[in-house]
C-alpha cells in the first residue's frame, strides 16, 4: 500500500524488502527516493495521506521530514523509508539487508525484483 502511493507521486526505484525472516523489527521496508527534499517531503505527505484514507493508518513516528533528505515513517510491522537519491546511495539500505526478497513496484503493483 506505501509502496502505491510512492509510486503514485513518482518516487524513484520504489522497492518492498521481505523482513520478516531477517528481522524482529520490522516485517518489511519500503524504500524508495526523489530527486529533491521537496519531493521527498511530497512523497511522504503523499503516503501519509494514502495509508490514512485507505486504512485508516498513521504513523507511528515520523523522522527527517523538515529536512527531507531520508524521511522515514514508521508504521510498526512497515517502516517506510523516502530518501533524497544522494543518501539512499550513500546509505544502501538494499546492500545492507541483502538477503531480503526484494519486490519492485512497478505502476503501483510489487513484482519480484531480480
Not at 513518482?10 to 523482513?19: E, F, P, Q
Not at 511530497?42 to 493508518?57: N, T, V, W
Amino acid at each position: 500500500m506505501a509502496g502505491t502511493a510512492a509510486a503514485q507521486r513518482k518516487a524513484r526505484k520504489v522497492v518492498i524488502l521481505d523482513l520478516r525472516a531477517l528481522s524482529a523489527v520490522s516485517d518489511y521496508f519500503v524504500v524508495c527516493s526523489g530527486n529533491t527534499p521537496v519531493q521527498v517531503r511530497a512523497i511522504a505527505d503523499h503516503i501519509m495521506d494514502y495509508m490514512r484514507q485507505e486504512a485508516d493508518l498513521r504513523p507511528l513516528r515520523v523522522e527527517g521530514y523538515n529536512e527531507g533528505r531520508w524521511v522515514l515513517l514508521d508504521y510498526g510491522d512497515v517502516i517506510v523509508h523516502v530518501f533524497h537519491e544522494e543518501e539512499r546511495d550513500y546509505y544502501g539500505l538494499e546492500r545492507l539487508w541483502g538477503d531480503a526478497e526484494v519486490l519492485e513496484v512497478d505502476a503501483g503493483e510489487p513484482v519480484p525484483y531480480n
